[in-house]
Nanobody
Framework: VQLQASGGGLVQAGGSLRLSCEASGGTFRTFNDDAVAWFRQAPGKEREFVAGISRSGRALSYADSVKGRFTISTRDTAKKTVYLQMNSLKPEDTGVYYC????????????????????WGQGTLVTVSS
């Protein structure tokens, strides 16, 4: 399984970006039963959970720092493409954003631990200037 993340860039504080993550690969593999999450890593810091959508698709999770500003969504129920809409961006949102997927775990919640995700994209850089 390969994950391709895109949509990062340079934006001023208060601006918006939309990240995309598209899954492919895996013979006969479907993606609709995956939990999908976005993580980010700022320079010198550990990778942290940002947002997630559960395996059932019915539960969304957000880090406290992004609640009300970021929205995770899927293009359709197949869940091959997942978006992260980021509004009201702040300089502290700067970092490399990674999408991740797993077919394991509970149906209606998201793990916030990076080690619980099996597949990772290459990351896309988001830089928010003040």
């Amino acid at each position: 399984v390969q994950l391709q993340a895109s949509g990062g860039g340079l934006v001023q504080a208060g601006g918006s970006l939309r990240l995309s993550c598209e899954a492919s690969g895996g013979t006969f593999r479907t993606f609709n039963d995956d939990a999908v999450a976005w993580f980010r890593q700022a320079p010198g810091k550990e990778r942290e959970f940002v947002a997630g959508i559960s395996r059932s698709g019915r539960a969304l999770s957000y880090a406290d720092s992004v609640k009300g500003r970021f929205t995770i969504s899927t293009r359709d129920t197949a869940k091959k493409t997942v978006y992260l809409q980021m509004n009201s961006l702040k300089p502290e949102d700067t970092g490399v954003y990674y999408c991740a997927r797993t077919a394991r775990g509970p149906q209606n919640s998201n793990s916030k631990r990076a080690l619980d995700y099996s597949y990772w994209g290459q990351g896309t850089l988001v830089t928010v200037s003040s």
